[in-house]
């Protein structure tokens, strides 16, 4: 019987451990971010168990797992951590980036910290919440996504992009107001029109704000700095990548122009008989011989021409942006290479702007202490600008005559859009080249040199031809054409050291100092001909003109530095930062080449303090105050020397040249009729200088599901850069001194939320909000600045171009912001009365008499607006499915600020509510042909909007199980799709002074894009 037992025990002892050695099995794969980028150092555990690993250098694992272990928790510094089921043997994994990470690395100039540890004001932008549209460069993308950084995007139908950028207000009256933009540690220019960098290369971008973060940067951080990281190679096995971005664009509003042609021949008829002159349109010729139907015909449809100048102005542009590449690492090499084409058009037909880019990025371990990073790229651009074509030209001309010429109203006729569009030359060419090397060593565990160099090339030739009949240069000079050459070379040297030490648990010490050279030059010529035998070559033909004019110039600037900078942590709580920057430019005189440009910052972390520190709640809690200085050198060189100079005049029908010491810098006064003369020395010309003051909190709450940053700055600066009015004696105008001052104060808050953080859905926002003062403190004596002084003590100068013929309607003036407006208030339209004057009489704007002295005149103007906005905020939210969807969309606003309004006046749709006697109303004039306006209050208006800057609805392609996909995504973006606001114009956005009729409605966008990973 036990013998049988035991025969029987036999299967089920084998099958038992059988059993047994199943029970322990391998799970394997890979973890990576959303872009397919491996991920080293992924912690994983088995859920409910002690058991785990990490990813290896191109993001593998390989872990045991037991029966009844059912899900594997992976978790990685900044990215949310995901428990996956374990449903086989091979799990692939994508972490997903949390809102917001402490411990991320944020670039801070010359060096990078920990989120958690920073002590100025900086801000980053994800390039996932900017890339999402094709654009030329990334100025116009970032709108709305940093508090205290305000984009005025005034064009947004530039195809080459661009937009004007401000960091915590203006600074300066006559200098630079843009930020410094550097890429990849070198500095390559001002923010403004950035065409060079291509936004799809961009894997980050930080905002130095404060003088803590900017000073590190010298004469030129005053006005901020913009960091941009560009991408280099990823661990693991080559990847292949496609970006691609199809847009098309739309006006977001209806264009408003004469459709009824009776009532447009109406409405002019009745402003040339309230001017006292005959009505035009009578069916007749008038004194240039142009036929201008009556009233009558155009309503019996006897008149056979109407034209929708609209079609010959505008198309739906389309616009691609293509980016193929490669990227990866071998045993001790990442790499990564970028081919890119950008096809920009514009809404205006021909106005047409193409890019091709190429970057190549090459990391080379050489040996565990020492590294090599190169990096090459070029940028070919080419632009034909045919931009400002009206399509109001009077709707009742053809394009054409019937022998297929286009049609002129008279032989002084320039206004044909087709003839402009299609007959002049307008383009310009631009090359760039560049080349990047960085060596970083660690000489020991402690200590790191680096040392990098750069070259940038740029070359533009512009071309331009007017031809006769169709253009008024072109027929003043029997055909005008100019070629514009230019070539500039960048170089940077730099080598700084950085030391780094831990010393008894509680100090920790950083310390970096360096060496910064730049030199740049530029080389340009202009050719010029006029007068030409015929008109077959146009601008290739510059010799066949009779009246040749060469001009041709050299520039050369070089800036010489040494830097530091000191971090001292103690007990992990509190931190103290002191940058120092020594800068000495070519730009200044003799007496003032150098500077020195200090700063320091402090910060608290409260939440590591025992009273907090076990608070569950509160993830960071920190205070931060900082003060430096910084310096602007933003102006052209060589305003320390002595200048010679060429003007033409023309007298007796003749055009002379004269040359001499000096040259003409600007014309002012009314229609610009007053030449000014300069180019005196001034070997005492110095930097402008801002110091800054800064206190900010940052609070993370809630496992920084909950991240609050608030900010207050105060900034001053002082020496401007202006010019000084001079004697007559010495046979000069101006003279570039140092003198004057501005303050900006302000607030800024950013608050990001995690809001939702489920597998199955997560949601989230930002909001951004923003206020800045800006006040003009000093603009210099009276007899240095020529500054009015008027009836109300407003002490200003004008500041801009003229507007109706008068100086300006901008100016700077002491105790008010720059560039707030100045002229006339109205109170209404007079009603009834005696013809006093051409402004006093029934249907005028009934001008007010600040004084009272019974003369309306230039003594009752006064400050009638503001364009600096009160404050400007954003809104973003995403909404994301484990579906694979994804939904964010963008609201921006601005508020407070004030535009001067030219469509009020003329618009079509404004054009019948006018006042007659028959309709005595009180806010609109009469028509009145050659009538001449005063600026005045009537004009201004409130600029504030809310627009939905973009929507975005996105699918992860990975969901459909591909297995030649690694990873990604596609998307559908619409971007302007409606602007709320009471302005006139089209768009409220009408630049930085506040003064611009918007030609068109804003552009709306709407985008294909598809990334993938191969």
């Known amino acids: 019987m036990k013998q049988k037992l035991k025969l029987m025990a036999l299967p089920l002892l084998f099958l038992f451990f059988q059993k047994v050695s199943a029970q322990v099995d391998k799970v394997s794969g890979v973890v990576t971010d959303r872009n397919e980028v491996p991920l080293m150092g992924v912690n994983i555990i088995v859920e409910g168990a002690q058991r785990g690993t990490v990813t290896d250098f191109d993001g593998n694992y390989v872990l045991e797992v037991m029966p009844g272990d059912t899900h594997l928790i992976f978790s990685f510094l900044g990215y949310k951590t995901q428990t996956v089921p374990i449903s086989s043997k091979n799990l692939n994994i994508k972490l997903e980036a949390s809102f917001e990470s402490l411990d991320e690395l944020v670039l801070i100039g010359y060096g990078s910290t920990e989120k958690r540890d920073l002590t100025g004001s900086v801000a980053s932008i994800k390039p996932e919440k900017i890339n999402i549209t094709p654009s030329g460069s990334f100025e116009q993308l970032i709108q709305g996504r940093v508090a205290g950084l305000q984009v005025i995007n005034s064009s947004n139908d530039n195809p080459e992009g661009g937009a004007t950028i401000r960091i915590r207000g203006n600074s300066s009256i006559n200098g630079s107001n843009s930020p410094l933009v550097v890429v990849d540690g070198f500095p390559i220019g001002t923010a403004g029109n950035m065409n060079s960098v291509n936004p799809n290369n961009i894997a980050s971008i930080e905002v130095l704000k404060d003088a803590s973060a900017s000073a590190i940067y010298g004469s030129r951080g005053a006005n901020g700095v913009i960091l941009i990281t560009t991408k280099t190679g990823s661990g693991g096995d080559m990847q292949v990548f496609l970006n691609t971005k199809t847009s098309t664009s739309y006006f977001s509003e209806k264009l408003d122009y004469w459709r009824d042609t009776a009532l447009m021949a109406e409405l002019e008829n009745e402003a040339f008989i309230n001017q006292g002159l005959e009505p035009i349109y009578r069916g007749a010729r008038d004194v240039m011989g142009t036929y201008y139907p009556s009233v009558d015909e155009i309503k019996d449809n006897l008149w056979p021409y109407y034209t929708d100048w609209s079609d010959q102005v505008f198309r739906n542009p389309l616009m691609l942006d293509y980016n193929l590449g490669i990227n990866g690492s071998g045993e001790k090499t990442k790499y990564f290479l970028n081919l890119g084409y950008y096809q920009g058009q514009g809404m205006q037909v021909r106005d047409d702007y193409d890019k091709v880019s190429g970057d190549l990025d090459v990391i080379q371990q050489v040996t565990d202490k020492l590294s090599v990073h190169s990096r090459i790229g070029f940028v070919k651009g080419k632009r034909n600008i045919n931009y400002g074509i009206s399509y109001r030209r009077n709707p009742l001309f053809p394009v054409f005559n019937e022998e297929g010429t286009y049609y002129r109203m008279h032989n002084r006729d320039f206004g044909n859009v087709a003839a402009l569009t299609n007959e002049r030359v307008n383009k310009n060419e631009t090359n760039t080249f560049y080349g990047q090397l960085s060596l970083d060593w660690q000489i020991l565990d402690y200590l790191d040199l680096t040392a990098r160099m750069s070259y940038r090339h740029q070359e533009a030739i512009s071309s331009r031809y007017d031809p006769p009949l169709y253009t008024l240069n072109g027929d003043n000079h029997n055909g005008f054409a100019s070629r514009g050459n230019s070539s500039s070379n960048n170089y940077v040297a730099e080598s700084f050291l950085t030391y780094g030490q831990l010393f008894g648990e509680q100090h920790e010490v950083s310390i970096m100092g360096g060496v910064s050279f730049q030199r740049e030059d530029n080389t340009s010529s202009y050719l010029e001909a006029r007068g030409f035998t015929n008109q077959n070559l146009k601008e290739e033909n510059l010799s066949g003109g009779e009246t040749r004019i060469i001009n041709n110039g050299f520039v050369e600037t070089t800036l010489a530095s040494g830097l530091g900078r000191i971090n001292y942590e103690f007990m992990e709580r509190y931190i103290l930062t002191l940058t120092a920057r020594l800068d000495g430019s070519s730009k200044f005189g003799e007496n003032n080449k150098w500077a020195f440009f200090p700063s320091g910052a402090f910060a608290w972390k409260l939440h590591e303090e025992d009273f907090l520190k076990d608070n569950p709640a509160i993830s960071l809690l920190k205070l931060r105050t900082s003060y430096g200085v910084s310096g602007n050198q933003g102006i052209s060189p060589y305003q320390t020397i002595e200048r010679y100079g060429s003007s033409f005049y023309y007298t007796d029908g003749r055009e002379y040249i004269t040359y001499g010491v000096g040259l003409p810098i600007g014309r002012e006064g009314p229609g610009n009729r007053f030449l000014s003369w300069g180019g005196i020395a001034n070997k005492s010309l110095g930097w402008e200088s801002t110091s800054q003051f800064n206190a900010g909190v940052d609070i993370s709450l809630f496992d ?88 109300y003590n407003n002490r200003f100068q004008y500041y801009g171009g003229s507007v109706f013929d008068q100086t300006a309607a901008n100016i700077i003036a002491i105790g008010e912001p720059i560039n707030v407006f100045y002229g006339y208030k109205v109170d209404g339209i007079i009603q009834d009365g005696p013809v006093e004057s051409e402004f006093q009489q029934p249907g005028e704007f009934n001008y007010v008499d600040l004084n009272g002295d019974g003369v309306i005149d230039s003594n009752d103007r006064t400050i009638i607006g503001n364009p600096n906005p009160d404050f400007t905020g954003s809104l973003a939210l995403t909404l994301a499915h484990e579906s694979g969807f994804d939904l964010s969309l963008q609201l921006y606003g601005v508020y407070g600020n004030d535009i001067f309004s030219y469509s009020k006046l003329e618009a079509p749709r404004f054009r019948e509510n006018r006042w007659t006697p028959e309709n005595p109303i009180n806010n609109r004039p009469s028509l009145r042909s050659g009538r001449q306006y005063r600026v005045s209050d009537w004009f201004i208006e409130d600029g504030s909007f809310l627009r939905l800057q973009n929507i975005t609805l996105g699918y992860d392609l990975d969901k459909f199980g591909m297995k030649w996909l690694r990873g990604g995504r596609a998307y559908f973006t619409a971007t302007n799709l409606f602007t709320l606001s009471g302005v006139s114009e089209y768009d409220p956005e009408v630049g930085e002074k506040g003064i611009g009729s918007v030609a068109f409605p804003r552009i709306s966008t709407l985008t294909l894009g598809i990334d993938l990973n191969l």
């Open 704 to 791: 920084s599901r909950l991240n609050i940053t608030a900010d207050y700055y105060h900034k001053n600066t002082v020496d401007l850069l202006r010019q000084q009015f001079l004697p007559l004696s010495t046979g000069f105008d101006r003279i570039w001194i140092n003198d004057g001052e501005v303050m900006n104060r302000g607030l800024e808050l950013s608050i990001s939320g995690d809001i939702i953080d489920t597998p199955a859905i997560q949601f989230g926002g930002d909001l951004i909000l923003s206020r800045n003062r800006n006040e003009v403190i000093n603009i210099g004596s009276r007899e240095s600045s020529g500054y009015i002084e008027d009836e």
